[in-house]
């Protein structure tokens, strides 16, 4: 049985150093600002992204992992591996076809190659803490079938709420009319987002900002599984401090102790802007 390479793109918000240790082939998105291209991670780090977001006079964008880059990569692998990969929200980016196209690419080539290509419903963290998961299954020699198996029990029973500190960039990506925008600010209305179907959506509106930590601990304590031993995946947009408030206050409501902070990429961070903030568990079954 060949070994399994686990492959993904930077997304999930994986670092660099989480991806050579446990051994992730990393693809990366494109980042756009203007007539300068970079490529997530690699050229650019999370915190040089969000000083680049907060100084630029317009708005960039985001380009997906194209078909010649997923196809060189699986290419890279088909000789000697079975290679599963577990690309970014199939309803947030075009991601997942660009994945099945070049699969279609490499077997048209090396038609014994065993290429799996995970149908994910998730972003950011919310399915890059499995894929960690998955490539520590992989360096233990569990099968492909095994890791797909855990990744469609576990990603699937992912809970994600995040808010903004600021509408700008929601409005800037188009995720709100500028009217929405001047209302909110006007009544200090800030929105607590959830990831349901691979979309982000709108779960709650809280007036005034302090409220809004308290409101997500909540959330939490309400929906997350009752486990005190999981682990709480608490992310930021540069923006440590707030991340650290939100974990006092988890653990002021509930029996979660352990968690773990990490930084929002520019993936999401292009549309939540600095400052935003979430956090990441298991739902109750």
């Known amino acids: 049985m060949k070994p399994v390479k686990i492959i993904t793109d930077t997304a999930s918000d994986i670092s660099l150093q989480e991806a050579e240790k446990y051994g992730i082939h990393l693809l990366p998105t494109h980042l756009i600002f203007g007539d300068e291209e970079y490529l997530d991670r690699f050229e650019i780090s999370p915190q040089?992204?969000?000083?680049?977001?907060?100084?630029c006079k317009f708005y960039p964008k985001t380009a997906q992992v194209t078909i010649?880059?997923?196809?060189?990569?699986?290419?890279?692998?088909?000789?000697?591996?079975?290679?599963?990969?577990?690309?970014?929200?199939?309803?947030a980016s075009g991601t997942y076809q660009s994945a099945r196209l070049a699969r279609t690419n490499v077997l048209d080539e090396k038609e014994d190659a065993q290429i799996y290509i995970f149908e994910n419903y998730q972003i950011s963290y919310g399915y890059g803490l499995w894929v960690i998961e998955a490539a520590k299954m992989s360096q233990e020699g569990k099968s492909a079938e095994e890791i797909l198996e855990m990744l469609d029990?576990?990603?699937?029973?992912?809970?994600v709420l995040f808010s903004v500190s600021t509408l700008d960039y929601l409005q800037k990506g188009g995720r709100i009319s500028p009217t929405s925008k001047l209302i909110a600010n006007v009544l200090d209305i800030s929105p607590i987002?959830?990831?349901?179907?691979?979309?982000?959506?709108?779960?709650?509106?809280?007036?005034?900002?302090?409220?809004?930590?308290?409101?997500?601990?909540?959330?939490?304590?309400?929906?997350?599984?009752d486990d005190p031993n999981q682990k709480i995946y608490v992310l930021h947009g540069n923006a440590p401090e707030t991340a650290q408030k939100l974990i006092d206050k988890i653990k002021e409501c509930t029996d979660f102790i352990n968690f773990e902070i990490a930084c929002i990429g520019p993936?999401?961070?292009?549309?939540?802007?600095?400052?935003?903030?979430?956090?990441?568990?298991?739902?109750?079954n």
């Open 48 to 55: 040089e992204f969000y000083e680049k977001l907060e100084s």
């Open 153 to 159: 029990k576990k990603i699937n029973n992912v809970g």
């Open 68 to 91: 010649q880059e997923h196809t060189d990569a699986f290419m890279k692998y088909a000789d000697d591996y079975t290679i599963v990969h577990i690309p970014v929200s199939v309803s």
């Open 193 to 225: 987002l959830a990831v349901e179907g691979g979309l982000v959506v709108s779960k709650e509106k809280v007036r005034g900002s302090k409220k809004l930590i308290s409101k997500i601990a909540q959330m939490v304590k309400e929906d997350a599984l």
């Open 267 to 284: 993936c999401i961070g292009i549309h939540a802007g600095p400052g935003a903030f979430g956090v990441i568990y298991q739902k109750k």
